[in-house]
Nanobody, 125 residues
Framework: QLQASGGGLVQPGGSLRLSCAASGFTLAYYKMGWFRQAPGKEREGVSCISNSRAITSYADSVKGRFTISRDNAKNTLYLQMNSLTPEDTGIYYC????????????????????WGKGTQVTVSS
């Protein structure tokens, strides 16, 4: 089971840190990702990280502003979001996939196998 948390209401230019706690499986064996969906829009892959933490990938829209990380010892995935804009508003989901040979870019485009419940992020003044 995956559970995202840390969302909320933030002003433009602000920051949030999302967390995703995994239970029932060992997160270290999985590639992990963050996805988001804004009202009326399709789901978008935001960021992905390899199980070894050596490889990360980001959507162009968040490069330089968001940072994905993981703490395998704590079985937790993170997304640090800085310089937030209203376009970042949406429900953020964490996801996992054990097929670690598939590139992160492919996961961001096609999604992952396991999904958690989302957390709402609203960027508004």
């Amino acid at each position: 089971q995956l559970q995202a948390s840390g969302g909320g209401l933030v002003q433009p230019g602000g920051s949030l840190r999302l967390s995703c706690a995994a239970s029932g499986f060992t997160l270290a064996y999985y590639k992990m990702g963050w996805f988001r969906q804004a009202p009326g829009k399709e789901r978008e892959g935001v960021s992905c990280i390899s199980n070894s933490r050596a490889i990360t990938s980001y959507a162009d829209s968040v490069k330089g502003r968001f940072t994905i990380s993981r703490d395998n010892a704590k079985n937790t995935l993170y997304l640090q979001m800085n310089s937030l804009t209203p376009e970042d508003t949406g429900i953020y989901y964490c996801a996992a996939d054990i097929r670690t040979s598939i590139p992160c870019g492919s996961y961001l485009k096609n999604g992952m196998h396991y999904w958690g419940k989302g957390t709402q992020v609203t960027v508004s003044s």
